[in-house]
């Protein structure tokens, strides 16, 4: 099969290769001695195929190598910029094209209240940088429309407006305004922004546990794994973890089913929450509005929850969580959910895993994956929670709580509905927050991202054996 | 005594619901709520096709359902209390 299929880009692609060979590298003890060659492996002979010359390639693979082993250590954030593969794109904001024909009307002019177009001797128009000051109104009336917007598109992917432009003309993040959301992540055509990865982490996991010998090591999965690994049966990609080393793999979502019962009480005794499942969310209403702190749901996300189910039953285990987020990786570090989750990786990072060990889901048998209720397994995309808490409700018999959620679907939604909030103004009483628009699917770590994700979560719901809350979780309680 | 009941994936598709919910009946009816802590456990390596996995105590019983729940319950669980 051809490998680039697997994922949406190209980008993508060349992160996977870095990842499965420091993986495979680091499977055979080589990684110390194979470390400087890494870049020359994956970018091989004289020719270069993405830049200017080989040597700027294996340069800026020499860096995704670093990012691959966990990156840089002085910077907490896990999302990082490759100075040198950024490209520099035009960041010029509104410019004029070469599709200006130059003619009589001059509505660009007209428009412009600062005085800011000229024209040259052909009539064309031309936008002076020192007086214009980005309104967009030229562009908006040109009839031909020839005036452009040259935004980046990590600028563009980044709506809470982390990024800006160093003075070497590179892309910056202000860690202190990102939420590891991992939006320009997916977004940039030249792959410099990249998350760190842990996959060297999981392999020591893996390795040390010795197939069970010395601690069990559980996979926890995300519900979103329904829309991923689509060239293969889910229970292929069960059997393939195990075969990984991992003692068995538990579905997220009866995390989230313990969540939804827990929450939807909380909500009914509170009054008013804001969810707790989406890291990326809390961590942007942390950073901005610090009065509806007390208002975020106390529960932990569905992952931790059901991590810490896990260890508190098990004896000896540890909890490697699975999934499309960036954030999580984050989340994993916060000191409220570090005793219980040890590693983080993404589907991407998954897909680098099997194939580092040339396992072939496709050749192996179908095991099993089902803890979880219908509802537990609907978080994975935009409005699930808010459903799971209605039926959280209706299961604890209390319904005399009505229940107005807001599910905000992407960042700028839940921007839109906690500023509502803040000012006392929103008529709802839950806001479900999800940073990737459509929900964990849109998430940045995911192989792919397809029309028909949503669909597919939400027959993996169906497919569950039970179809409400208590029944899944009622010997957990 | 603490009985571990496995809603692992594969426990779960043969019925460890259902042999959860017969486990706290069989609690209740027979007022062992002081004696028995039930609670759910993830595999513990020992899957097969006949049933659930249950751990009493040390002792791990595999092939459990809900058809040989009360024969399971009245010889395996009561002469250890």
Request: proline letters at 3%; glycine letters at 6%; hydrophobic letters at 35%.
């Amino acid at each position: 099969m051809n490998e680039t299929r697997k994922f949406d880009t190209k980008v993508q692609y060349l992160k996977y290769k870095v990842l499965r060979e420091v993986a495979k590298q680091a499977w055979n003890d080589t990684l110390l001695e194979n470390l400087l060659d890494i870049p020359k492996i994956i970018v091989p002979g004289k020719t270069p195929t993405m830049r200017c010359c080989v040597y700027k390639e294996r340069a800026i693979l020499a860096e995704r190598v670093k990012i691959a082993m966990g990156g840089r250590s002085d910077r907490s954030n896990i999302i990082e910029v490759i100075d040198i593969a950024c490209d520099e794109c035009p960041a010029a904001g509104y410019e004029v094209t070469d599709s200006c024909r130059g003619c009589l009307a001059h509505r660009c002019e007209d428009a412009c209240k600062r005085g800011a177009i000229s024209f040259d001797h052909n009539h064309v128009a031309h936008i002076d940088k020192n007086k214009c000051v980005e309104c967009g109104q030229c562009a908006k009336v040109c009839p031909y429309s020839a005036i452009a917007n040259r935004k980046r598109p990590c600028q563009a992917a980044c709506k809470i407006k982390a990024i800006s432009i160093n003075e070497n003309n590179a892309a910056q993040i202000d860690d202190k305004k990102c939420i590891s959301c991992g939006a320009c992540v997916y977004q940039c055509p030249f792959g410099a922004i990249s998350d760190k990865s842990y996959i060297l982490n999981v392999v020591d996991l893996l390795k040390k546990s010795q197939l069970g010998k010395n601690y069990k090591l559980f996979a926890v999965v995300a519900p979103s794994i329904s829309s991923q690994f689509t060239y293969a049966k889910l229970g292929q990609v069960i059997s393939g973890l195990k075969k990984l080393g991992f003692h068995t793999v538990v579905e997220a979502a009866l995390g989230a089913d313990m969540v939804a019962q827990a929450e939807s009480k909380e909500l009914a005794e509170k009054g008013f929450l804001t969810s707790s499942c989406c890291p990326a969310f809390v961590d942007y209403t942390r950073k901005n509005y610090p009065t509806l702190i007390p208002h975020i749901s106390h529960n932990l996300s569905p992952m931790a929850t059901i991590a810490r189910y896990i260890k508190e039953t098990t004896a000896n285990a540890k909890v490697v969580f699975i999934g499309p987020c960036t954030a999580k990786k984050m989340e994993v570090q916060l000191d409220t959910v570090k005793p219980y989750v040890d590693s983080a990786l993404t589907f991407e990072e998954l897909q680098a895993l099997f194939d580092s060990r040339d396992i072939d889901i496709t050749a192996l048998e179908e095991d099993v994956l089902d803890n979880a209720s219908y509802f537990g397994r609907i978080f994975a995309r935009s409005g699930g929670l808010s459903d799971a808490v209605a039926e959280g409700l209706k299961e604890q018999g209390l319904d005399d709580f009505e229940l107005h959620a807001v599910s905000c679907d992407g960042i700028e939604e839940c921007k839109k509905a906690l500023t509502l909030k803040s000012k006392n103004l929103l008529k709802e009483n839950f806001i479900e927050g999800m940073a990737c628009v459509g929900g964990c699917i849109g998430g940045a770590g995911c192989l792919t991202h397809g029309a028909k994700d949503k669909a597919q979560v939400d027959r993996y719901g169906q497919e569950a054996m039970e179809k409400n809350i208590l029944d899944a979780i009622s010997i957990l309680q | 005594m603490t009985i571990h009941i496995c809603i692992g994936s594969s426990c779960h598709l043969k019925g460890s619901e259902q042999v959860v919910n017969l486990f706290q009946s069989a609690v209740e009816q027979h007022h062992l709520e002081d004696k028995i802590t039930l609670a759910g456990s993830f595999c513990t390596g020992r899957c097969n096709r006949e049933g659930v996995t249950v751990q009493v105590d040390d002792e791990i019983i595999t092939g459990v359902t809900p058809e040989t729940f009360d024969q399971f319950f009245n010889s395996t669980v009561l002469p250890k209390l």
